[in-house]
């Protein structure tokens, strides 16, 4: 079986074993339980997404004072949207959210926080700024470290050169943004570091990726370095360039840095780089934990992140038993 037949088929599974625990998480035993606290997941499909919601489960777990109720927006942002009103209805204690679009989600999350719930923001923000705490990757630092390493491959500061494509997360999203200016700021100071395309999305998504590629492949002679927001695209990119047989001659960057997934690629070769994206449920339950026991919280918590490359892979794999 081939790879990307492989890695289709791990997403699936993972998302499947997470919603059978979704379902299980929110109903047992809730007589017993002190507080109520909703999540309002985009998507249980990608990768990353099934990762964060077995690291919020898993963390749940710990805690038998807390009925967690986790919903699935299946990457619509009409039923993200229904999902939270659903959740503002059941009176949750406490409200953590990670929207499709931070526009989108803006007014839902203002309604739940006028109802006097304490809305946690994971991952991606919102346009208001009166909810209780953001939890998150430094998408424009991991950009900047994506763009370093970038000038750094095509030859060095002051002497790089290249033909780049850049393929986009969601152009709605505010982490595409932050991840395109931080990437940018490094790559525009290289007068021979061109651009291929002009914001082309692939909504984070492997097929649409491979398509923009496809395309970027039939129009242009020479390709150098490919930028993607996530892992998922990067790999899209490889294959589209692989089934020409030019993967080689194209250096790919990825971000979120999965263990089973962007680390995987990288120790395998068909990824350069990826940087890690941690996923920010565990983090962002114990927080809205914290603030409802009393406890004071800050109102940002920016997560880490880390350059995967080649040399430290397979280290990385060793460590979580890969």
Do not use: C
């Amino acid at each position: 079986m081939k790879r990307r037949e492989l890695l289709k088929l791990a997403a699936v599974a993972a998302a499947l074993l997470t919603t059978t625990a979704l379902l299980t998480s929110g109903n047992a035993y809730a007589q017993d339980k002190k507080w109520k606290i909703g999540f309002s997941q985009v998507t249980t499909i990608e990768p990353w997404r099934a990762q964060f919601n077995k690291d919020i489960l898993a963390e749940a777990a710990k805690h038998p004072e807390v009925e967690l109720i986790v919903t699935d927006g299946e990457d619509k942002t009409e039923k993200q949207v229904a999902d939270v009103e659903n959740l503002i209805r059941q009176e949750v204690d406490a409200l953590l959210v990670s929207p499709k679009e931070s526009a989108g989600l803006t007014g839902v999350v203002q309604q739940a926080i006028d109802a006097k719930i304490p809305v946690f923001v994971l991952d991606r923000n919102v346009e208001t700024k009166d909810y209780t705490q953001f939890v998150g990757g430094d998408n424009k630092l991991i950009g900047r470290a994506a763009g370093e390493y970038a000038v750094e491959l095509l030859g060095g500061k002051g002497k790089a050169s290249g033909n780049v494509v850049e393929i986009w997360g969601g152009m709605g999203t505010q982490p595409a943004h932050d991840r395109h200016d931080g990437f940018h700021e490094f790559t525009d100071k290289e007068p021979g570091i061109k651009y291929l395309l002009d914001q082309q999305s692939g909504d984070w998504k492997q097929d649409q990726a491979y398509n923009i590629m496809a395309t970027a492949l039939r129009n242009n002679e020479k390709i150098d370095l490919v930028y993607g927001h996530n892992d998922p695209m990067a790999y899209g990119a490889y294959l589209a360039a692989k089934d020409v047989g030019r993967e080689k001659d194209i250096k790919f960057i990825g971000i979120d840095g999965l263990p089973n997934e962007g680390v995987q690629l990288v120790a395998n070769g068909e990824l350069t780089a990826t940087f890690t994206y941690v996923t920010p449920g565990a983090e962002g339950l114990r927080q809205a934990i914290k603030f409802l026991n009393g406890e004071k919280v800050e109102k940002t918590i920016t997560l880490p992140t880390q350059k995967i490359t080649k040399e430290n892979a397979a280290q990385i794999l060793k460590e979580h038993g890969l």
